[in-house]
């Protein structure tokens, strides 16, 4: 442990250095940084992570991140209603929706089942999809979380959860990606890539 | 510009992504992170850097950051009072505090000089040296500032202000770091280190 010339620094520093990715080097960067800056600007930081932190609130149907009781996704009239798109966090959702391709709603799980996180299915909002599918008029859930084990274990949960509720279950396309080489492609995604081959006309309209 | 389904989280990213080295992604990262913490923990980062920057306080001697009006350094009555280590910021004063290898003072520029980022000579405490120097009985001062064009330019720029007060002028040495292979140092480095080699004895105690 360093031995910062100020205890009022030394707090910054640690409280900077539990933000994810930054060490205790780059939190002492960032404190030397707002010390330059006018306490004003300082406090336009602290008062948004605080303000942030008591007021924001989830979306009571597909739990996004909300300003509202309902999220401007859900209450949008133009959406498809009878579509969910499952995805791990609000940040698959920002990037689903910059793609412009989905029109349905989404629903997020806060996460994904992963033992070695300690992250369980209770800790998910994986019931709250299940009661969603028993009131709402579902016809699809598209599964778009991450392809890693604990990305497949959580399809393979939510699949067992859905079983029999006559819901059509699709997952996004794996594949090689736009620009890719096939030379530099692993062999699992170059793999599913030909045993998912799809009609060439098809692909045209990406 | 994303997208955020809240103007809350919004305001958090912006604030957040104004910090050194972080993006926009990695400020997003950081206002999710701060989501799942308790609003306590959220509380205490921004009450730390709030607090720090209305609180801090510089040493009206070395202009450290310091709890006190002068800080442990200058307060300390071990320390040789004579010398002054001239640094650029205070990440140097705890560098060089880690090494144990000096017992004199500090004097904290608070930048160095930098036409291209607009920091004159004016912006630093070069006057307030100027001042100490004349007031204090100095001995010797060591130019510790980084082994660049700007650092070169404030030291040749302090040198030129202490002119004829009779206080002996040092410079940290340059030369191989410990541990490097010469096949590996750049010509500057190498040939400044042959220019400034020293007696074998002397070298043995670094």
Chains 1, 2 share one sequence.
Not at 19 to 30: D, Q, T
Not at 39 to 50: K, M
Not at 83 to 112: M, S
């Amino acid at each position: 442990m360093e031995q910062y010339p100020s205890k009022l620094l030394e707090s910054a520093v640690n409280e900077l250095s539990k933000l994810p990715g930054i060490g205790r080097k780059s939190a002492l960067r960032m404190a030397l940084h707002l010390l330059k800056k006018h306490p004003e600007e300082v406090e336009a930081l602290a008062g948004s992570i605080s303000m942030m932190a008591k007021e924001i609130k989830f979306c009571s149907e597909c739990h996004c991140i909300s300003d509202e009781e309902i999220c401007h996704i859900c209450s949008n009239p133009k959406r498809v209603r009878d579509i969910l798109c499952v995805v791990e966090d609000i940040r698959d959702v920002i990037a689903i929706e910059k793609t412009g391709q989905f029109i349905g709603l989404y629903h997020v799980l806060g996460g994904i089942i992963s033992p070695m996180e300690g992250i369980a299915p209770a800790d998910l909002t994986i019931e709250s999809l299940v009661t969603r599918c028993g009131t709402s008029q579902i016809r699809e859930i598209i599964l778009a979380l991450p392809a890693t084990i604990e990305g497949d274990t959580t399809n393979y949960y939510i699949s067992k959860k859905l079983d029999g509720k006559g819901i059509a279950l699709t997952i996004i396309a794996r594949g090689i990606s736009f620009g890719d080489d096939l030379e530099y492609t692993d062999e699992v995604t170059l793999g599913r890539s030909i045993l998912n081959r799809q009609p060439y006309a098809h692909s045209l309209h990406p």
